[in-house]
Each structure stands twice: as structure tokens, then as C-alpha cells.
């Protein structure tokens, strides 16, 4: 079992940054891949960010590419998202989770955190 637990959303101006932090208990995090996904009202669950178990490898979906970095510390069991450049369109519940697969698809992954509210206003 891993546990997730996601923190740093909140309300943000067009333009301004958050950085989302997840931090891990449970098995190893370090052998995982980790993935950030968001979810807006009325609207499906989507992949934002992966990363590999070493931080060696990282996938962005478009949208976000260029404003958004994925990393990790594996030292302190934490994932991170760095978000710049937000936009209005950024708002959603952003959730982190495990994989054992480096993927970008919501199937793969098993453990989930409970989410935290980005709101970007125009």
C-alpha cells in the first residue's frame, strides 16, 4: 500500500504560480512512478505529468508543457508539480498517484491521493 496525500492548491491569479507537493507513506515510493492528474467540474479525470521512479524520465501533456515541471525526492518519500503561467483554465481538483508503470493513463494507476483545489482566476 502507498498513501498519498496532496498539498499546496489554492486561489491564484492568471499568470501566477503554485507549486503541488505529494507526499508518500506505505511501500517504497521510490520504486513507483508517479503521475499528476486533474479533474474540472462536469469534466473527466486527465493526465497533466509522469515521472519515472529515478526522475529520469518525464511525459507532459500538451497543454501543459513549457509551464509546468514534474520532480521528486525520493530521500523524503515527495512528489512536486511546479506550475507557472497559469491560466483560468488550469482550475480543477489536481491529484497525484502511484504507478508501477512510467504511464500516462488513469487505468495504470493503482493508488491515488485525495486531491487538491487549484482555482486560477481571469
Known amino acids: 500500500q502507498v498513501q498519498l496525500v496532496e498539498s499546496g492548491g489554492g486561489l491564484v491569479q492568471a499568470g501566477g504560480s503554485l507549486r503541488l507537493s505529494c507526499a508518500a507513506s506505505?511501500?517504497?515510493?521510490?520504486?513507483?512512478?508517479m503521475g499528476w492528474f486533474r479533474q474540472a467540474p462536469g469534466k473527466e479525470r486527465e493526465f497533466v505529468a509522469a515521472?519515472?521512479?529515478?526522475?529520469?524520465?518525464?511525459d507532459y501533456a500538451d497543454f501543459v508543457k513549457g509551464r509546468f515541471t514534474v520532480s521528486r525526492d525520493n530521500a523524503k518519500n515527495t512528489g512536486y508539480l511546479q506550475m507557472n503561467s497559469l491560466k483560468p483554465e488550469d482550475t480543477a481538483v489536481y491529484y497525484c498517484?502511484?504507478?508501477?508503470?512510467?504511464?500516462?493513463?488513469?487505468?495504470?494507476?493503482?493508488?491515488w491521493g485525495q486531491g487538491t483545489q487549484v482555482t486560477v482566476s481571469s
Open positions: 515521472l519515472n521512479w529515478s526522475g529520469g524520465s518525464t
Open positions: 506505505g511501500r517504497a515510493f521510490s520504486s513507483y512512478c
Open positions: 498517484a502511484a504507478s508501477g508503470l512510467f504511464q500516462t493513463e488513469v487505468q495504470y494507476y493503482r493508488y
